[in-house]
């Protein structure tokens, strides 16, 4: 028999689900706020911890507070922002789509993000917007563009929303904004080509903190509205009708999710590129530490797909030191086999 | 009571994109107008395709009827804010997969969604009230298994427990033993029968079970393509000549002495007249 965490009130009656919120924020908060602290200090530099956080020091002699702040920190803040971002968009639309295996990207927002950043990259000069850098603008519009044609197709000529054909359409999109991908990449030179395959790969190499506090306000806004979804994404998982007649607006609620989840994925995608599987493994771990109430589930995975991707990215920056991986390869060897050990459990 | 005025409802999509979820949802619904008092315990009878599940759906409220209208004591159900709808009228259905791996207590607590605010948790008072559904369910003792885990049987009276929980006073179930044996077919029925005996609660079944709705329901209601063939109290509707218009299938209705209450033996398929709801008589 198949234990479940929680339930037990406490001596004070004190409703079970609050305490394992509390609980799960906490230790996934303190799990995520270490490996911000902790990851700058790793890298072929050794730092010395008390000589970063010595403000006695001048900071412009201060040569360890200089590698923390300006070169390695914000790439950590980098790959805690993406990582909450694309972890809790994965929750949602799982629960949107009623589908564990879902990603922020079957719904077709990273390959439209793809397609936005191959334009930038390849068609340079079309695309000079006064002093803002074109390639993350460019895969943003790209996402939004993706994110409009699925939601036309799945809410025409339904009553409501079709998750079905929202699912079908995502899927359909992705493979055919790969082949205008790779038709661009045809048109595309040597040196375009290999940007944009590293583009590909999900790289939190970011250039100081610029990239990060323009991607920061959208993903505010979209985590934001998650707060109001949890406790009706719980039931949905019963199914449209039965989640209706227990007082849930559903179409608001498909609306809110899928509009959130996406403006979260596409400001995630336009810093970091599509970083694979963070979305699908974090949620995942995460069910399994703490059952499956979203409104556990939800802002568990976003602290935990924080520290995860920071983890990754730290493993990405050392594992062939001095060499640095783009974090996607890493988060891809081991989402990979997670997936497939996923769908062997399930079956 | 809950009371249908004259409604109507079509389905406008295409074929392909129809709910595969509940085939009886493509059938649509014309005029029908239907009077169920309160502390009733009804049957919807009729074949595939008949629209009892589009019935079912429009006087719950989850479908708007294109004309007329439901009417919930005299108030229209479009009226009426969702919560509110919900703390009356709370709905099984056919069949429950869960997305998640929730809690069989979870599920149970679900059913308390009208009865908190938006950001509201669940405290001891709903506690105890799913608690409580579980127990007349007879389902305590998997409170903390996984849904996923149980057998049939049991999932349908964990769901019944949450709707339950919503401590509505009308229930709409659409097929509860479609796919269970007969043991937990008489569970269901035995089940039902105590709710509404114990608690009051009004309940209106959908179902293809000719016995169980014999066995268990004080009054019927006849649909065929869409339209009430029939309603009246279960001794005076349900006859061999109903069956047959109904299904195109001659039967021997007899009241069973050891049974007590009418049951309906299949004999053989009418060949002139065909069951398709769409081609029947209208």
Redesign the interface.
Known sequence: ????PG?D?DAA?I?S??RRMVTAIVAFGLFAVAALVMAPLVGPTRLDFARVFDWSIPFRDNVDAQIFFVARLPRALAGALVGAALASAGVVF??LL???LATPFTLGVSAGAALGAMLAITFPASLHLAGIPAVPVASFFGAVGAVGIVYALASA???GL?T??LLLAGVTLNSFFSALILFVQYLADFSQTLRTVRWLMGDLDVAGYGPILAALPLTVVGLAAFA?LP?SL??????T??A??????VLRTQRVAFFSASLVTGAAVSLGGPIGFIGIVVPHLV?LMV???H?IVLPASALFGAAFLVVCDVGARTLLSPLELPVGIITAMIGGPFFLWLLVRRS | MLQADNISFVWQQAPAARRRDAPDAEAGIHGVSLRIGSRSLVGILGPNGSGKTTLLRVLAGILQPARGRVLLDDIDLRALPRARLARRIAVVPQETHLAFDYSVLEVALMGRYPHLGAFELEGPEDLAIARDALRATGTDHLERRAFSTLSGGEKQRVIIASALAQAADVMLLDEPTASLDIGYQIGIANLLARLHEDRGITIVIATHDLNFAAGLCDSLVLVRAGRVLESGPTSEVLTGDAIERLYGVEAEVTYHERARHLTVVPLRKLAARGTTARTGPS
Not at chain 1, 244 to 249: I, K, N
């Open positions: 028999m198949k234990r479940y339930h009130l009656g409703p689900v609050r799982q629960a009623r589908n564990p000529r339904h009553h079709s079905e054909v109001w406790r719980n039931l949905l998982a019963l199914g009708d039965a209706a007649s227990r007082g849930v607006d069910r059952g499956a109430d409104r």
